[in-house]
T-cell receptor, first 112, second 116 residues
Framework: SQKIEQNSEALNIQEGKTATLTCNYT??????LQWYRQDPGRGPVFLLL?????KEKRKERLKVTFDTTLKQSLFHITASQPADSATYLC???????????FGTGTQLKVEL | GAVVSQHPSRVICKSGTSVKIECRSL??????MFWYRQFPKQSLMLMAT?????????EQGVEKDKFLINHASLTLSTLTVTSAHPEDSSFYIC????????????FGQGTRLTVV
């Protein structure tokens, strides 16, 4: 079965530093990987999507990479701020249609 | 993108009763919506696909008679948890998929269900 694995341990970093979150997948490479942000008691909010044939994608302070050799995607937040504190979810398409398989998410805490 | 509204955001019910959760796509006609469940510290798990005009399709292990889904229109899907038990307490989230395969999904705010 296709799995998505994220580091379940919380990541604590200082404000201004770069946060790097890891997403590993099994079996064949998905055509797309998506990253979402989830705040406590809220639904996920889409951040970035990266396609299999893209190495890197950027949006403001966010950057996502996709390494099909390592079967891994990295999610970076540069110049992190306390407001970036949340759980970040990685997701891949599964089967037909737009069904998503999510990782467990990594909780990020940015401290002053 | 689509704006998805889910109601209620929180509900507490007694064991044995039924609870209905609504998911509305406010600005986008959705022939398909998805229902997820999320337990504390765990991932979102897909429960079922809600299909407008036809029966919902359920993931393996999800009881269709317990989790009734009705996709009444292109903008409304409802999930009814029947004969709720404490183990059904969870965070239920609906989503509207992107217009094309692989594009972003849009999620409701989620419903925290507590069965006492």
């Amino acid at each position: 079965s296709q799995k998505i694995e994220q580091n379940s341990e919380a990541l604590n970093i200082q404000e201004g530093k770069t946060a790097t979150l890891t997403c590993n997948y099994t079996n064949y490479s998905p055509a797309y990987l998506q990253w979402y942000r989830q705040d406590p008691g809220r639904g996920p909010v889409f951040l970035l999507l990266i396609r299999e044939n893209e190495k890197e994608k950027r949006k403001e302070r966010l950057k996502v990479t996709f390494d099909t050799t390592l079967k891994q995607s990295l999610f970076h937040i540069t110049a992190s701020q306390p407001a970036d504190s949340a759980t970040y979810l990685c997701a891949r398409l599964r089967g037909g249609g737009n069904k998503l398989t999510f990782g467990t998410g990594t909780q990020l805490k940015v401290e002053l | 993108g689509a704006v998805v509204s889910q109601h209620p955001s929180r509900v507490i019910c007694k064991s044995g009763t039924s609870v209905k959760i609504e998911c509305r796509s406010l600005d986008f006609q959705a022939t398909t919506m998805f229902w997820y469940r999320q337990f504390p510290k765990q991932s979102l798990m897909l429960m079922a696909t809600s299909n407008e005009g036809s029966k919902a399709t359920y993931e393996q292990g999800v009881e269709k008679d317990k989790f009734l889904i009705n996709h009444a229109s292109l903008t409304l899907s409802t999930l009814t948890v029947t004969s709720a038990h404490p183990e059904d307490s969870s965070f239920y989230i609906c989503s509207v998929p992107g217009r094309r395969v692989g594009t972003e999904a849009f999620f409701g705010q989620g419903t925290r269900l507590t069965v006492v």
